[in-house]
């Protein structure tokens, strides 16, 4: 019997916040590009980057004719996307774990490394 | 055997799970619980990545209690 081949897995690392708007878009145009392509993404936000996934966060977020940011992360979600939000980074960055969006998976070191060794690339932004 | 991690926050539910286990003999059972968010995605992958096994995982509002079986 054929045994489907595990599908190759990519991983987008977000550590720059919502005070660098033009930092935020890329990992989630990547990641949909990829689940497009037939691979499994996932992005994984910590220290600052846990700032986007605060809720309301990035409905303020637009650049130029691009569309809100919480446009591009529904779509992202939509598609299959994983995204992870590091609880130690809302612990320094001060903000409850309760005002995370709840597309957002709540882990910790050990994932990131998990990721990190089970993913085929990783792209850190 | 029953480690409580209720109170402690990642990466220390990981390292305390993996020191109690290595005091198990294999094939016995540590129940773990914590209240960290981060647990149960970081233990269960941990177990997964070092060969133990994961019996069941059970939610009890802010808690989780993980079963873990030393396989070597």
């Known amino acids: 019997m054929m045994v489907k081949a595990e599908k190759k897995k990519i991983l987008y690392v977000q550590t720059s916040g919502i005070e660098t708007p033009e930092r ?15 691979l499994d993404a996932s992005i994984y936000f910590l220290i600052k980057g846990i700032t986007v996934l605060k809720i309301g966060a990035a409905e303020k977020i637009k650049i130029g004719t691009f569309p809100t940011l919480k446009e591009i992360i529904d779509q992202s979600v939509k598609t299959g ?17 309760g005002d995370l969006i709840k597309e957002a998976t709540i882990a910790g070191a050990a994932t990131l490394n ?5 993913a085929d690339g990783t792209l850190y932004f | ?23 198990l003999a294999i094939g016995e059972i540590l129940v773990v619980t914590a209240d960290d968010p981060a647990a149960e995605e970081d233990i269960t992958r941990w177990a997964k990545r070092v060969g133990q ?20």
């Open chain 1, 81 to 97: 996307v994983k995204i992870y939000a590091c609880s130690q980074s809302c612990e320094l960055m001060g903000m409850p774990k």
């Open chain 1, 24 to 38: 935020l878009y890329a990992p989630f145009i990547l990641a949909m590009t990829a689940r497009a392509m037939d």
């Open chain 2, 1 to 23: 055997m029953e480690l409580d991690l209720r109170g402690l926050y990642c990466p220390i539910p990981v390292l305390r799970t993996r020191e109690e286990i290595g005091k």
């Open chain 2, 53 to 72: 096994d994961v019996m069941d995982v059970k939610k009890n509002g802010d808690e989780v209690t993980i079963r873990i079986r030393r396989l070597k």
């Open chain 1, 114 to 118: 998990d990721l990190v060794i089970e």
